[in-house]
């Protein structure tokens, strides 16, 4: 049995990520997914979902086995809990492979660490970019309702003014 680990905030569930953990999957039997906890999330914008239901969603996808939310304080907690035979590590993941596996060996664990360059290509294959065109598109409404509101109250106060 060759237990493999992804890990990934997935604030806002894309094909890019579907990808990634179907690839992950195919490296072993049982894929464990390590959610980051919203704590940890530093190097961009704080997550939308809460964690807890980002880990619900996660583990919701066929590829994955079981999710579970990381430790807050100690990355390696979970790791040696689980003791995996692979960490799986997305094309843009910032650790360095070599310094993961040197740390796991220090640890006693003879883990491997593989990294999926597969990146799956769509326009909105990013949280970040879903966001931001929510964020657009939920200006632009709220301008377009104020502009037809402004418009009515104009027409009201001529109506006012001819009478
Ligand atoms: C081997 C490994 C273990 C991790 N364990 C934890 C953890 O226990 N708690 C946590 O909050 N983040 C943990 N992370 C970090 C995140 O799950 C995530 O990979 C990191 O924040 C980068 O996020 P992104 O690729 O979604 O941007 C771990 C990452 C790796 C590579
Ligand atoms: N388009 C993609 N193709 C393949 N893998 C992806 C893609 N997008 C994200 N991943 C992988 O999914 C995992 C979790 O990614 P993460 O939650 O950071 O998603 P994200 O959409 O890239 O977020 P953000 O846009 O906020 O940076 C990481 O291993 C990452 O490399």
Not at 39 to 47: A, E, I, Q
Request: with cysteine; net charge positive.
């Amino acid at each position: 049995m060759v237990r493999v680990i992804a890990t990934g905030t997935f604030d806002i569930i894309h094909p890019g990520h579907i990808r990634f953990l179907k690839e992950a999957k195919k490296l072993g039997d049982e894929l464990i997914v390590i959610v980051a906890r919203e704590k940890n999330v530093r190097h961009k914008p704080k997550p939308i979902i809460p964690e807890e239901q980002r880990r619900r969603v996660v583990e919701g996808i066929k590829y994955v086995d079981k999710a579970i939310l990381g430790d807050e304080e100690d990355m390696f907690k979970p790791i040696m809990e689980l003791k995996p035979d692979i960490i799986a590590l997305g094309y843009d993941q910032h650790f360095n492979e070599k310094w993961l596996e040197e740390e796991l060996r220090k640890r006693g664990l003879n883990t491997k660490v593989v990294r999926i360059a597969a990146k799956e290509e769509c326009e909105f294959c990013s949280s970040t970019k879903i966001i931001k065109r929510v964020a657009e598109i939920a200006k632009k409404r709220v301008e377009e309702y104020e502009a037809r509101l402004a418009a009515m109250a104009e027409k009201s106060e001529v109506k006012k003014e001819v009478v």
